[in-house]
């Protein structure tokens, strides 16, 4: 027996299908792109595309007063988290705040790995050190730090009045965008939050790297500089073997303007420990600031 399909029927379910598709975009999008504060467009000539930041200002903001400045990876992420422990903090320190500028990724294009990889590590991350012949792309975490050296920073300056209290926090791989930028432009950030810092890429190279500057560079640190390190302890092994590297290399390389601390969130797995970290790294920042002179 021949089955007839109404022609309308099949084209308003194609609709209805092309319909909810974009619904579903469109949702994706403004999850991703749109946040809850103010949302900037900058373009940018050094990655040669446009970026959006998003930035939360204090409840009290007041023009006329000078703020501290966080700056994190990876947009919404946890921005929720980040704005409460931010408000309690406040609360505690007598109205003190910061004003937090987080960056999303692009939507339309993997720009993750790209901008938070550092250029010593392929972009498609891997356990093994590379081989000589290896053609695979490094990360191109050098040019989105010099983004915010030289034209997000600037930026912010213009619009509002700073102090020289700054942070650069991240969670995997932007753990290990922040720890390249520690130890490539130590001097930028007084303060650098590393969450599940993905330092296992291309067999740890980025803890080598972190343990040779520690180990020679010393003159660095022309200021005080705090740095919190977390995991969650039921990470993958690789994670917590890295982890456990970075701990070493501090504990053997010792600073005399150089502040570190870290935690291991018991029962935590990855995505779990930056929802836990962020309160102690604010925390710890704070107490570092002080017993700064």
């Keep these: ?12 379910l194609v609709f ?6 974009l619904i579903i975009l469109g949702s994706r999008y403004y999850n ?40 994190k990876t990876d947009g919404n992420f946890n921005l929720d988290k ?12 007598g109205g003190k705040q910061a ?4 960056i999303p990724n692009l939507f339309f294009v993997s720009s993750r790995n790209r901008d938070l990889v550092p250029p010593y590590a392929r972009q498609e991350v891997n356990t093994e050190a590379r081989l000589d012949d290896d053609t695979q792309p490094n990360g191109e ?3 989105f730090l010099q983004f915010i050296e030289i034209e997000l920073l600037p930026y912010l300056s213009s619009k509002f009045k700073l102090n020289n209290n700054r942070v650069l926090s991240g969670f995997s791989a932007g753990g290990s965008f922040v720890l390249y930028a520690f130890h490539t432009k130590t001097e930028l950030f007084n303060g650098y939050f590393a ?30 500089t705090y740095l919190f390190l977390s995991v969650g302890g039921d990470e993958h092994p690789l994670m917590l073997e890295a982890y456990n590297n970075l701990e070493q290399t501090f504990k053997t390389n010792y600073n005399n303007n150089l502040l570190w601390e870290s935690i291991i969130n018991p029962n935590a797995e990855h995505n779990d420990n930056p929802l836990l ?7 710890g920042y704070q107490r570092f600031l002080n017993k700064t002179p």
């Design 1 to 12: 027996m021949a089955i007839h399909i109404n022609k309308n029927y099949l084209v308003n």
């Design 16 to 21: 209805a299908v092309i319909a909810l598709s």
């Design 32 to 71: 991703h792109y749109v946040s809850a504060y103010t949302d900037v467009t900058i373009d940018s000539k050094v990655l040669n595309e446009t970026r959006k930041i998003f930035i939360r200002l204090p409840s009290n903001y007041d023009a006329n007063k000078t703020y501290s400045l966080i700056i």
């Design 82 to 93: 980040w704005d409460e422990s931010l408000t309690m903090l406040a609360k505690k320190q």
């Design 99 to 102: 004003i937090l500028v987080a």
């Design 141 to 143: 975490a050098d040019k």
């Design 195 to 224: 969450f599940s810092p993905a330092a296992w890429y291309d067999d740890m190279t980025v803890v080598s790297k972190v343990d040779t500057f520690l180990k020679s560079k010393n003159e660095a640190f022309k200021q005080p």
């Design 277 to 283: 970290s962020v309160a102690d790294a604010l925390g």
